[in-house]
């Protein structure tokens, strides 16, 4: 080796050019990765293996896209996913995930992200490694997108069942997500409410303690078609839950703004309103006073011109605006006689063959039917009304009691067995016997 080659200069340079060939590979990898065509030839050339290492290199830039390529491939393989936490490629990115800047910290969201948004049983290997300390622990970081992606990982975490929602609730995680939710970026409201309403679909309550219904219906004033989707199904997944629930997003102030949204220019945003009303006015228990309250609830929709935004979504053709405005027209119509008797007045019904139709495969019909009434009352009478748009054997078929009905008929009835199969000789067959026996 000449004097020329060892001088510091060039040793540096070396140095240099592995760097910056390092630095070229994980941004290659991160490249080809975002497209799921490429990640089984990736993997097989032994991908994973090449990027273990480069998760804690000494440059922040090859950390940084290591653990960005490592996220693209698990995100569209959970084969990849199961050999990234084998690997302890995950356990290292939490490791050093207070170690380093906040773009490291995005990365390493991103990738638990990935990992548990594939099943449970995943999302639970993620938990168990302890994600759910440091994920907190980056709502509270300064920078919006760390914010961003903890939000998110929490959403991808607790979404999958009741279980794993609860441990997410356990770790402090609500209070911290209401507060994301009043922060002024609007990704971060976005992603926030949508990680509200993970959470909501199986811990409702602890939704409801933690203060967020009041800062929902307020979030409805953003003018966002995305946030207001995301928080009208926040809202609708509480009161779905149970009628106290409903009671406590009624109260909030979630019903006027709902009422004006079933009317808003983006369908995804109408059908969410459609389904929170329908969610409000749907309980129905044998308890009387939840009935009392139930049939409030109903009345209030009502009252405050819920029925005919309703009735308007049934003329709907695309967005899956019609079914829940159709459910939530049957759950009130079935709360009392005058609930009935609104619904059947803006004539739908009689003049609608989409509204009938969709009236009986979304339950209405048979809950019409499963009312206790009293010949010659008013409420009888509404009930004959809606049962004359509809053929006899349908309303026979949903009323409380026909299949016993119809067992009934299958135990009374005497076969009538054709004679081919009874003792007697048919005439024929005594024909061709004859004419053997003469011969």
Not at 153 to 165: D, M, N, Q, V
Not at 240 to 247: F, I, K, Q, T, W
Not at 361 to 366: D, E, H, I, N, R
Request: glycine fraction near 6%.
């Amino acid at each position: 080796m000449s004097h020329s080659m060892s001088s510091p200069r060039n040793i540096q340079l070396v140095f240099e050019t592995y760097q910056k060939a390092r630095l070229v590979f994980v941004q290659t990898m991160a490249e080809l990765a975002t497209r799921a065509t490429n990640v089984k030839c990736l993997e097989s050339a032994g991908v994973l293996e090449l990027l273990r290492p480069l998760l804690s290199d000494a440059c922040s830039s090859v950390r940084q896209c290591a653990v960005v390529a490592a996220a693209r491939l698990c995100e569209h393989d959970e084969g990849v996913a199961r050999q990234l936490l084998n690997e302890g490629m995950v356990t290292i990115t939490l490791e050093n995930l207070h170690k380093y800047n906040v773009y490291y910290k995005r990365s390493a969201l991103y990738l638990i992200r990935a990992v548990a948004k594939h099943n449970e049983e995943l999302a639970g290997v993620i938990v168990r490694l302890g994600a759910l300390e440091h994920i907190v622990s980056c709502l509270e970081d300064f920078d919006t997108q760390v914010k961003e992606n903890a939000a998110w990982a929490l959403g991808y975490i607790g979404k999958h069942s009741e279980s794993l929602a609860g441990l997410v609730v356990d770790a402090g995680t609500l209070p911290l997500l209401v507060l994301a939710f009043q922060e002024p970026e609007m990704s971060l409201k976005q992603i926030s409410a949508g990680a509200l309403v993970d959470l909501a679909q199986h811990k409702p309550e602890a939704v409801v303690d933690a203060g967020s219904i009041c800062h929902l219906v307020r979030g409805l004033e953003n003018q966002d078609p995305k946030l207001k989707r995301s928080t009208l199904c926040a809202l609708g997944a509480v009161a779905g839950a149970r009628l106290e629930l409903a009671e406590a997003v009624v109260a909030g102030g979630a019903l006027p703004p709902a009422l004006l949204h079933t009317g808003h220019d983006a369908a995804p945003v109408r059908r969410a309103a459609a389904c929170l009303l329908r969610d409000i006015v749907k309980h129905s228990v044998d308890v009387r006073y939840f009935i009392i309250i139930s049939s409030m609830l109903a009345q209030l929709v009502v009252n405050t011109g819920g029925s005919r935004p309703l009735v308007e979504l049934l003329s709907e053709t695309a967005g899956g605006v019609r079914v829940p405005s159709c459910m939530a027209l049957g759950f009130i119509a079935g709360q009392s006689d005058q609930l009935a008797m609104a619904v059947i007045e803006a004539k739908i019904l009689p003049n609608d063959a989409r509204a009938r139709r969709l009236f009986v495969t979304t339950g209405a019909l048979k809950r019409v039917q499963e009312i206790d009434t009293v010949p010659g009352t008013s409420l009888k009478e509404y009930i004959n009304i809606i049962n004359s748009c509809f053929p006899e054997e349908i309303v026979r078929y949903y009323t409380p009691g026909y299949s016993d009905s119809l067992l009934d008929r299958v135990e009374a009835y005497t076969p009538q067995i054709p004679e081919l199969f009874t003792d007697r000789v048919p005439s024929d067959c005594q024909s061709e016997l004859t004419i053997e026996n003469g011969n």
